[in-house]
């Protein structure tokens, strides 16, 4: 059984950081692509940021220059810097991960963190 538990959502100021863990336990070969993903209360789940095997990342216009995604073996990190009240939502980690018993590749999601902004 392959799982995702995050870690590292709070309050924060605006104008402060945080940053965000997800780790992967299981019987995993080979872990692919990795996102992270947000859903604001009355809004539709949306990639804030993501990152594939070969390292190359990707991000959200709202999000660029103040998030970095990175990887680490097992380990998945989303720095937020400069946060904004808008920033506000629950942040999903989600990986396409090879293993399992029969070493099938599937999509996992993490609990969510959530995260707020506020002065």
């Known amino acids: 059984q392959v799982q995702l538990v995050e870690s590292g959502g709070g309050l924060v100021q605006p104008g402060g950081s945080l940053r965000l863990s997800c780790v992967a336990s299981?019987?995993?070969?080979?872990?692919?692509?990795v996102g992270w993903y947000r859903q604001a209360p009355g809004k539709q789940r949306e990639l804030v940021a993501g990152?594939?095997?070969?390292?190359n990342t990707n991000y959200a216009d709202s999000v660029k220059g103040r998030f970095t995604i990175s990887r680490v073996n097992a380990k998945m990190y989303l720095e937020m810097n400069s946060l904004k009240p808008e920033d506000t939502a629950v942040y999903y980690c989600?990986?396409?991960?090879?293993?399992?018993?029969?070493?099938?590749?599937?999509?996992?999601w993490g609990q969510g963190t959530q995260v707020t902004v506020s002065s």
């Open positions: 990152i594939n095997s070969r390292g």
């Open positions: 299981g019987r995993i070969l080979r872990i692919n692509t």
């Open positions: 989600n990986a396409e991960i090879t293993g399992g018993v029969y070493s099938q590749t599937g999509e996992y």
